[in-house]
Protein backbone atom coordinates (compact mmCIF):
# COMPACT_ATOMS: atom_id res chain seq x y z
CA UNK A 1 0.00 0.00 0.00
CA UNK A 2 2.63 1.98 0.33
CA UNK A 3 3.94 1.89 -2.83
CA UNK A 4 0.40 3.52 -4.06
CA UNK A 5 0.82 6.07 -1.67
CA UNK A 6 4.32 7.14 -3.49
CA UNK A 7 2.30 6.65 -7.13
CA UNK A 8 -0.05 9.35 -6.29
CA UNK A 9 1.94 11.70 -4.72
CA UNK A 10 4.34 11.30 -8.10
CA UNK A 11 1.10 11.87 -10.06
CA UNK A 12 -0.24 14.59 -7.85
CA UNK A 13 2.96 16.52 -8.46
CA UNK A 14 3.73 15.74 -11.88
CA UNK A 15 2.72 18.40 -14.41
CA UNK A 16 0.16 16.61 -15.76
CA UNK A 17 -1.18 15.70 -12.62
CA UNK A 18 -1.78 18.98 -11.69
CA UNK A 19 -3.54 19.68 -14.71
CA UNK A 20 -5.80 16.90 -14.42
CA UNK A 21 -6.50 17.33 -10.51
CA UNK A 22 -6.77 21.28 -11.10
CA UNK A 23 -9.97 20.36 -13.70
CA UNK A 24 -11.75 17.87 -10.98
CA UNK A 25 -11.22 20.45 -8.31
CA UNK A 26 -12.95 22.98 -10.52
CA UNK A 27 -15.86 20.81 -11.14
CA UNK A 28 -16.15 20.05 -7.39
CA UNK A 29 -16.17 23.23 -6.52
CA UNK A 30 -18.71 24.35 -8.66
CA UNK A 31 -21.14 21.57 -7.25
CA UNK A 32 -20.92 21.75 -3.84
CA UNK A 33 -19.46 24.88 -3.33
CA UNK A 34 -23.01 26.12 -1.59
CA UNK A 35 -22.70 22.64 0.13
CA UNK A 36 -22.45 23.01 4.17
CA UNK A 37 -20.83 19.73 5.12
CA UNK A 38 -19.25 17.44 2.82
CA UNK A 39 -18.22 13.95 2.42
CA UNK A 40 -15.47 12.35 0.18
CA UNK A 41 -15.22 8.59 0.08
CA UNK A 42 -11.97 7.54 -1.20
CA UNK A 43 -9.88 10.48 -0.35
CA UNK A 44 -6.82 9.31 -1.06
CA UNK A 45 -4.17 11.76 -0.22
CA UNK A 46 -6.36 14.59 0.53
CA UNK A 47 -6.04 16.26 -2.41
CA UNK A 48 -9.41 17.98 -2.72
CA UNK A 49 -9.22 18.96 0.79
CA UNK A 50 -6.23 20.32 0.87
CA UNK A 51 -7.12 22.59 -2.41
CA UNK A 52 -10.70 23.03 -1.40
CA UNK A 53 -10.18 24.49 2.23
CA UNK A 54 -12.57 26.28 2.31
CA UNK A 55 -15.67 24.17 2.02
CA UNK A 56 -15.69 21.52 4.61
CA UNK A 57 -15.14 18.50 3.62
CA UNK A 58 -14.71 15.14 5.52
CA UNK A 59 -12.25 12.52 4.10
CA UNK A 60 -12.97 8.64 4.07
CA UNK A 61 -10.04 6.12 2.80
CA UNK A 62 -9.84 2.86 3.86
CA UNK A 63 -6.34 2.92 3.80
CA UNK A 64 -4.26 4.01 6.61
CA UNK A 65 -1.39 5.01 4.90
CA UNK A 66 -3.42 7.54 2.22
CA UNK A 67 -4.82 9.42 5.46
CA UNK A 68 -1.49 9.39 7.58
CA UNK A 69 -0.50 11.48 3.89
CA UNK A 70 -3.69 13.02 3.61
CA UNK A 71 -2.86 14.67 7.27
CA UNK A 72 0.22 16.06 5.91
CA UNK A 73 -1.55 18.06 3.41
CA UNK A 74 -4.68 19.33 5.06
CA UNK A 75 -5.65 20.49 8.25
CA UNK A 76 -9.08 18.84 7.58
CA UNK A 77 -10.67 16.10 9.06
CA UNK A 78 -9.69 12.14 7.84
CA UNK A 79 -11.38 8.71 9.00
CA UNK A 80 -10.35 5.97 7.77
CA UNK A 81 -13.36 3.73 6.93
CA UNK A 82 -15.37 1.51 4.50
CA UNK A 83 -17.49 2.78 1.39
CA UNK A 84 -19.99 -0.14 1.99
CA UNK A 85 -20.42 0.50 5.60
CA UNK A 86 -20.03 4.25 6.87
CA UNK A 87 -20.08 4.77 10.41
CA UNK A 88 -21.82 7.94 10.21
CA UNK A 89 -25.45 8.48 11.57
CA UNK A 90 -28.25 9.36 9.03
CA UNK A 91 -28.74 12.51 7.31
CA UNK A 92 -24.83 14.15 8.57
CA UNK A 93 -23.72 15.18 5.27
CA UNK A 94 -25.59 17.84 2.74
CA UNK A 95 -23.39 15.97 -0.11
CA UNK A 96 -21.15 13.06 -0.79
CA UNK A 97 -18.75 12.73 -3.78
CA UNK A 98 -16.73 10.44 -5.40
CA UNK A 99 -14.03 11.05 -7.40
CA UNK A 100 -12.34 7.73 -9.41
CA UNK A 101 -13.76 5.75 -6.45
CA UNK A 102 -17.18 4.24 -6.88
CA UNK A 103 -15.63 1.74 -9.87
CA UNK A 104 -13.13 0.23 -7.34
CA UNK A 105 -15.35 -0.46 -4.59
CA UNK A 106 -16.46 -4.52 -4.67
CA UNK A 107 -20.31 -3.67 -3.91
CA UNK A 108 -21.14 -0.34 -5.23
CA UNK A 109 -25.02 -1.21 -5.12
CA UNK A 110 -24.77 -1.19 -1.06
CA UNK A 111 -21.77 2.18 -1.28
CA UNK A 112 -24.40 4.17 -3.07
CA UNK A 113 -27.25 3.03 -0.49
CA UNK A 114 -25.21 4.10 2.52
CA UNK A 115 -24.02 7.36 0.24
CA UNK A 116 -27.62 8.13 0.35
CA UNK A 117 -28.54 7.20 4.31
CA UNK A 118 -25.97 9.46 5.33
CA UNK A 119 -26.62 12.48 2.87
CA UNK A 120 -29.34 15.19 4.43
CA UNK A 121 -33.05 15.13 2.86
CA UNK A 122 -32.45 17.18 -0.79
CA UNK A 123 -29.12 16.40 -0.59
CA UNK A 124 -26.32 16.04 -3.46
CA UNK A 125 -24.63 13.18 -5.13
CA UNK A 126 -21.64 13.45 -7.36
CA UNK A 127 -20.19 10.33 -9.12
CA UNK A 128 -17.10 10.77 -11.49
CA UNK A 129 -16.05 7.42 -12.70
CA UNK A 130 -13.21 6.51 -15.10
CA UNK A 131 -14.32 6.13 -18.87
CA UNK A 132 -13.71 2.72 -19.92
CA UNK A 133 -13.90 3.42 -23.59
CA UNK A 134 -11.78 6.09 -23.43
CA UNK A 135 -8.02 5.67 -25.20
CA UNK A 136 -6.70 6.85 -21.69
CA UNK A 137 -8.26 4.05 -19.74
CA UNK A 138 -6.97 1.61 -22.34
CA UNK A 139 -3.45 3.11 -22.25
CA UNK A 140 -3.45 2.42 -18.51
CA UNK A 141 -4.70 -0.65 -18.36
CA UNK A 142 -1.62 -2.20 -21.02
CA UNK A 143 0.61 -1.20 -17.92
CA UNK A 144 1.90 -3.65 -16.21
CA UNK A 145 1.22 -1.87 -12.54
CA UNK A 146 -1.48 0.40 -13.38
CA UNK A 147 -3.86 0.49 -10.46
CA UNK A 148 -6.37 1.25 -13.35
CA UNK A 149 -6.60 -3.11 -13.25
CA UNK A 150 -8.62 -2.84 -9.58
CA UNK A 151 -11.14 -1.70 -11.49
CA UNK A 152 -14.07 -3.54 -10.73
CA UNK A 153 -16.97 -1.87 -12.55
CA UNK A 154 -17.23 -0.46 -16.17
CA UNK A 155 -20.53 -0.48 -17.15
CA UNK A 156 -21.41 3.32 -16.47
CA UNK A 157 -24.99 2.71 -17.73
CA UNK A 158 -25.78 -0.08 -14.79
CA UNK A 159 -24.11 2.16 -12.37
CA UNK A 160 -26.17 5.07 -13.33
CA UNK A 161 -29.51 3.22 -13.56
CA UNK A 162 -28.71 1.96 -9.80
CA UNK A 163 -27.70 5.94 -8.72
CA UNK A 164 -31.21 6.72 -9.88
CA UNK A 165 -33.05 4.39 -7.49
CA UNK A 166 -31.51 6.60 -4.78
CA UNK A 167 -31.24 10.44 -6.26
CA UNK A 168 -32.36 12.27 -9.53
CA UNK A 169 -30.15 12.39 -11.82
CA UNK A 170 -30.12 16.35 -12.04
CA UNK A 171 -26.48 16.07 -14.83
CA UNK A 172 -24.98 13.27 -16.21
CA UNK A 173 -21.95 14.16 -19.05
CA UNK A 174 -18.46 13.31 -20.04
CA UNK A 175 -15.72 15.21 -19.00
CA UNK A 176 -12.18 15.80 -19.43
CA UNK A 177 -10.68 14.99 -22.40
CA UNK A 178 -7.16 13.47 -22.85
CA UNK A 179 -4.69 12.40 -25.27
CA UNK A 180 -1.61 11.11 -23.83
CA UNK A 181 -0.34 14.18 -21.41
CA UNK A 182 -2.39 16.41 -23.57
CA UNK A 183 -5.76 18.08 -21.75
CA UNK A 184 -8.12 19.61 -24.50
CA UNK A 185 -11.49 19.99 -25.56
CA UNK A 186 -13.43 17.67 -28.39
CA UNK A 187 -16.49 16.22 -29.01
CA UNK A 188 -14.76 12.74 -29.68
CA UNK A 189 -15.61 10.58 -26.94
CA UNK A 190 -12.60 8.45 -27.44
CA UNK A 191 -10.58 10.72 -25.29
CA UNK A 192 -12.93 11.85 -22.66
CA UNK A 193 -11.69 10.09 -19.74
CA UNK A 194 -14.68 10.52 -16.83
CA UNK A 195 -18.23 10.44 -16.54
CA UNK A 196 -20.01 12.42 -14.55
CA UNK A 197 -23.27 11.95 -12.50
CA UNK A 198 -24.94 14.62 -10.35
CA UNK A 199 -27.88 13.65 -8.53
CA UNK A 200 -30.40 15.01 -5.75
CA UNK A 201 -31.33 12.83 -2.98
CA UNK A 202 -34.61 11.36 -3.54
CA UNK A 203 -36.89 10.90 -0.12
CA UNK A 204 -37.05 7.03 -0.38
CA UNK A 205 -35.30 3.79 -2.51
CA UNK A 206 -37.56 3.38 -5.85
CA UNK A 207 -37.60 0.24 -6.89
CA UNK A 208 -35.36 -1.47 -9.63
CA UNK A 209 -38.80 -1.65 -12.52
CA UNK A 210 -39.11 2.34 -11.77
CA UNK A 211 -35.96 2.94 -12.65
CA UNK A 212 -36.08 2.39 -16.14
CA UNK A 213 -39.51 3.50 -16.54
Known amino acids: ?3 DVEKFVK ?3 SDFGKRVLEREVEYVYRELRDCQKILDIGCGIGQFEQRLSELNIVGLDSSGEMLEEARKRSDGVFVIGDAENLEFSNALFDAVFYVTTLEFVSDYKKAIQEAWRVTKSNGKLLVMTLNSDSEYFHEHMQRKD ?3 KRVRHT ?3 EVRNHIA ?3 YVMKEEYF ?3 RGKEIFDTSDKKYVSLYVIVGGR ?3 IISVRETFK
Do not use: P
Open 165 to 167: RFY
Open 146 to 148: SYF
Open 202 to 204: KQK
Open 1 to 3: MMR
Open 11 to 13: FCG
Open 176 to 178: LWI
Open 155 to 157: NIR
